[in-house]
């Protein structure tokens, strides 16, 4: 059987937890038969997960490609009732309510990133992963991202500071990838250090390679989490690591990720003082 504690199986639980909730909480009828066909479906999606967990180990990547396919469907419905739901198309709601929609929008968008990062891993190590290498700026990767992660700095109120190196070559490299690596590792930044605080990222060339820095003043990486911290699902036990919500799955899709475009990833830390971490991918036409 599946492991009960699984990050799927926690995402699922949680997800469940605050539909019964806001279930219980007298909502319109037809929101009610609405948010009933959702539950039904993470309860498809659970067994499922347990069904195909029996082989997970002789089809690791049927596994995985199953599980992600089964999560997609109820997430799709669920975070379209509770926009609907939100936004009072299906009659009035009060204080209360919003706040158990909002904690469960919150909770299916966290489960759709883990799914994403879970299909991606899947197809890269199974070679499904498709990438559009061509020639593109460092300016416009680290555009795409800044767009991508405003809304969640401004949540924390910290600032992103972007420094692009004079002078730099273009990049082979899958724009909208490049841009998820940055992306990840911004958050990354963000996540574990204090609200309001600064972080950077900048850029330079090296030996045929442009080098993508998210510099930060945040907890650092302990020496012992350090030798695993690219490992999927790898979470340090330490209680501030602990208290921040993640998958720890991030930045192995970036150490993925960077490896099929030709690049590295890596980091330099001091525990309590901050970390850079940092990708390469290489420049065009070399």
Do not use: C
């Not at 909502?27 to 039904?40: D, K």
């Amino acid at each position: 059987m599946t492991d009960k504690n699984s990050p799927a199986h926690q995402s699922i639980s949680d997800a469940k937890t605050h539909l019964q909730q806001l279930l219980d909480s007298s909502l319109p009828e037809e929101a009610q038969a609405h948010l009933q066909a959702a539950l039904a479906a993470l309860d498809t999606a659970e067994s499922e997960l347990d069904n195909q967990a029996d082989s997970f180990n002789l089809d690791k990547a049927k596994f995985v490609s199953n599980v992600t396919h089964e999560l997609r469907i109820p997430m799709t419905s669920i975070m379209g009732y509770t926009d609907l739901l939100r936004k009072g198309m299906m009659g009035e709601i009060n204080e209360n309510q919003r706040n158990f929609l909002n904690i469960i929008r919150e909770n299916v968008t966290s489960m759709s990133k883990l799914v994403s990062d879970l299909s991606d891993i899947y197809k890269a190590t199974s070679g499904r992963l498709h990438l559009q290498l061509q020639p593109v700026s460092a300016a416009s990767v680290l555009d795409k991202a800044r767009e991508e992660v405003d809304s969640f700095l401004t949540l924390h109120s910290q600032t992103l500071e972007v420094q692009i190196g004079a002078g730099l070559p273009l990049i082979q490299a899958d724009p909208e990838r490049a841009a998820q690596m940055a992306r990840y590792l911004i958050e990354n930044a963000s996540m574990y250090s204090k609200d309001g605080s600064i972080i950077r990222i900048q850029t330079e060339q090296q030996a045929g390679m442009v080098r993508f820095l998210v510099v930060d003043e945040g907890i650092g990486v302990a020496p012992d989490d350090q030798p695993l911290i690219f490992d999927q699902f790898y979470r340090s036990e330490a209680e501030e690591v602990r208290a921040r919500k993640g998958w720890g799955l991030g930045l192995s899709v970036v150490k993925t990720l960077a490896g099929l475009m030709g690049g590295q990833a890596g980091f330099e830390t001091e525990p309590g003082a901050g970390s850079t971490f940092w990708f390469t991918l290489p420049v065009a036409g070399d």
